[in-house]
């Protein structure tokens, strides 16, 4: 985690073959797992996130070619430290569909 945003846009542009001014996001994690920071860019220029958990490490997973999507709602509980891997989408009950009733 030695690496500054210049080390990092290499880091995108030679290992994952990517173009690092493109807009997204990419999420490096250190090697004991407390670490991570986020490289991305916007009009005005490169910008890093760096956290550090006190307790804990990032739940990470593996990853084929080396990337993954994540949506807004995974990358906010990453950066949480919270297990991102099992966020599910709660089905909205529909309006229409009779109230189920129960016995006494």
């Known amino acids: 985690m030695r690496c500054g945003v210049d080390g990092l846009a290499a880091l995108v542009q030679g290992k994952l073959s990517a173009d690092p001014f493109s807009g997204q996001l990419f999420i490096f994690r250190g090697r004991k797992g407390h670490i991570v920071k986020c490289l991305w860019s916007d009009p005005e220029g490169m910008c890093v996130l760096y956290k550090r958990l006190n307790e804990g490490q990032f739940v990470w997973t593996r990853m084929a070619n080396g990337t993954i999507g994540l ?23 529909d309006p229409d569909a009779p109230s189920p009733t129960r016995a006494l």
């Open 71 to 93: 949506t807004a709602a995974q990358l906010s509980m990453l950066l949480e430290g919270m297990d991102w891997r099992r966020l599910r989408r709660v089905r909205e009950p």
